[in-house]
């Protein structure tokens, strides 16, 4: 099986994703799937903020390269 993690936090600090990246690898190891890919949005607090970051291009050229 395949996976992957995409995630978004008002934080834009570097360490805002580190404790939910780490629990992600374990559990793609633990279940012996194939991880995909991360898109990790730091700074997107409201949909708004989303909306305008690169972090939706990012999660939509994710997406087309599943396969």
């Not at 099986?1 to 934080?11: D, P, Q």
């Amino acid at each position: 099986m395949k996976s992957a993690l995409l995630a978004v936090a008002w934080n834009s600090d570097s360490w805002t994703f580190e404790a939910l990246v780490s629990h992600y690898k374990i559990l793609v190891r633990y279940l012996n799937f194939k991880d995909q890919g991360m898109i990790l949005g730091r700074g997107c607090g409201t949909p708004g903020m989303t909306a305008r970051s690169v972090y939706m291009n990012k999660a939509y050229e994710l997406g087309k390269s599943l396969k």
